[in-house]
T-cell receptor
Framework: DQQVKQNSPSLSVQEGRISILNCDYT??????FLWYKKYPAEGPTFLIS?????DKNEDGRFTVFLNKSAKHLSLHIVPSQPGDSAVYFC?????????FGEGTQLTVNP | ETGVTQSPTHLIKTRGQQVTLRCSSQ?????VSWYQQALGQGPQFIFQ???????GRGNFPPRFSGLQFPNYSSELNVNALELDDSALYLC????????????FGPGTRLTVT
């Protein structure tokens, strides 16, 4: 039972444009949602999070939107930079237990 | 501030053998979680340790076991290795057992032949 799902395995965008990564979930008990970035041969790096009681959280170029009625969240990166190229994982928590999606490979082309 | 470290980096074992993976948590963190990441998948929660006690477990069989030491470092032990155990094993530490913000190590790549 896949409680957190990222339907796009890959996304390619031009440098300077917006990247939008999407994530859907099924469990209404999740209390926080997080995005992690992962480079090859490294562990996932925490990027940004949002509480289930909020609908938007912004940190520099990164903004996460949460639509609880649709059980959907998205990560916006603007402007995208080549260094943003990585695998992005959406994760949801109940307490400190994280459930991850399958990941989306983002490629930002110069 | 020292980040999360894991050893070894890579490991090759034969089916049926046993393996021990090690993790040192980030300075000031008392909670360690272990995840298995199969190829092309997201990390899956194995279990969490808080103050040397198991504090939650995912859908993994008992042959996956762990320990946490007084300095909050941790071990993951897997007995009777199966081919499907081949994966990247990630350790993550956090400042408490209720904290959702977890900081990951680089992982141990286990190959079972």
């Amino acid at each position: 039972d896949q409680q957190v799902k990222q339907n796009s395995p890959s996304l390619s965008v031009q440098e300077g444009r917006i990247s939008i990564l999407n994530c859907d979930y099924t469990n209404s008990m999740f209390d926080y949602f997080l995005w992690y970035k992962k480079y090859p041969a490294e562990g996932p790096t925490f990027l940004i999070s949002i509480s289930s009681i909020k609908d938007k959280n912004e940190d520099g170029r990164f903004t996460v939107f949460l639509n609880k009625s649709a059980k959907h969240l998205s990560l916006h990166i603007v402007p995208s930079q080549p260094g943003d190229s990585a695998v992005y994982f959406c994760a949801a928590s109940v307490g400190s237990r994280l459930t991850f999606g399958e990941g989306t490979q983002l490629t930002v082309n110069p | 501030e020292t980040g999360v470290t894991q050893s070894p980096t890579h490991l090759i074992k034969t089916r049926g053998q046993q393996v021990t993976l090690r993790c040192s948590s980030q300075s000031g963190h008392n909670t360690v979680s272990w995840y298995q990441q199969a190829l092309g998948q997201g990390p899956q929660f194995i279990f969490q340790y808080y103050r040397e006690e198991e504090n939650g477990r995912g859908n993994f069989p008992p042959r996956f076991s762990g320990l946490q030491f007084p300095n909050y470092s941790s071990e993951l032990n897997v007995n009777a290795l199966e081919l499907d155990d081949s994966a990247l094993y990630l350790c993550a530490s956090s400042s408490s057992q209720i904290s959702y913000e977890q900081y990951f190590g680089p992982g141990t790549r286990l190959t079972v032949t």
